[in-house]
């Protein structure tokens, strides 16, 4: 699985667009792009994923660029609630297999 | 609502008292998991089962035990509890589906269990 980097930490103000960045420059062509987040010691919560093109669903918008080595997650209006840890994954298209999450980036949304 | 239930949500324990961990999913969804998750590790795989009678070994299934006799239910048991096996566990479930479809996981509201 390809490696991946994301800040450790971000602060974004609620009602503005959160960009969280994810670097995966070793991504290999049939490589996806997963996101999950983790609200406080809650279960892992499935967001989007996608593998070049960029994908939007009812709760976020990914953005991958056209090189592959770097996307970037969009939650356009963020709420209090979106304050989470945000795990970007690179894998070969996968059903069932297990997760593995790195470290993540906490994401706190201010008032 | 669909929904993945752990019960109980916290429990602490001593060491050696035999434990299970109750999972269950109203999404009739073949596959069915645990997880751990220990500060600094991330998460990582106990036992899963692809579909009823069918389980197998994830990365850290030592001291840990699963059944899945019916297609809801993924019961976790310890048989004999240690101190390291302290951690917050998760289950979690999705549909062997369709193929080229992904099918997501969704985990239950997790355990935190304490052996002492």
């Known amino acids: 699985d390809a490696k991946t980097t994301q800040p450790t930490s971000m602060d974004c103000a609620e009602g503005r667009a959160a960009n969280l960045p994810c670097n995966h420059s070793?991504?290999?062509?049939?490589?996806?792009v997963y996101w999950y987040r983790q609200i406080h010691s809650q279960g892992p919560q499935y967001i989007i994923h996608?593998?070049?093109n960029n994908e939007t669903n009812e709760m976020a918008s990914l953005i991958i660029t056209e090189d592959r080595k770097s996307s970037t997650l969009i939650l356009p209006h963020a709420t209090l609630r979106d304050t989470a840890v945000y795990y970007c994954?690179?894998?070969?298209?996968?059903?069932?297999?297990?997760?593995?999450f790195g470290t993540g980036t906490r994401l706190t949304i201010i008032p | 609502e669909a929904q993945v239930t752990q019960n109980p949500r916290y429990l602490i324990t001593v060491t050696g008292k035999k434990l299970t961990v109750t999972c269950s999913q109203n999404?009739?969804?073949?596959?069915m998991s645990w997880y751990r998750q220990d500060p600094g590790l991330g998460l990582r795989q106990i036992y899963y089962?692809?579909?009823?009678?069918?389980?197998d070994k994830g990365d850290v299934p030592e001291g840990y035990k699963v059944s899945r006799k019916e297609k809801r239910n993924f019961p976790l048991i310890l048989e004999s509890p240690s101190p390291n096996q302290t951690s917050l566990y998760f289950c979690?479930?999705?549909?062997?589906?369709?193929?080229?479809?992904?099918?997501?996981?969704?985990f239950g509201p997790g355990t935190r269990l304490t052996v002492l």
């Open positions: 089962s692809m579909n009823v009678e069918v389980t």
């Open positions: 996608g593998l070049k």
């Open positions: 994954i690179v894998r070969v298209y996968f059903g069932n297999e297990k997760l593995t």
């Open positions: 070793t991504i290999s062509g049939n490589e996806y």
């Open positions: 999404m009739n969804h073949e596959y």
């Open positions: 979690a479930s999705s549909s062997l589906g369709q193929v080229g479809k992904y099918n997501e996981q969704f």
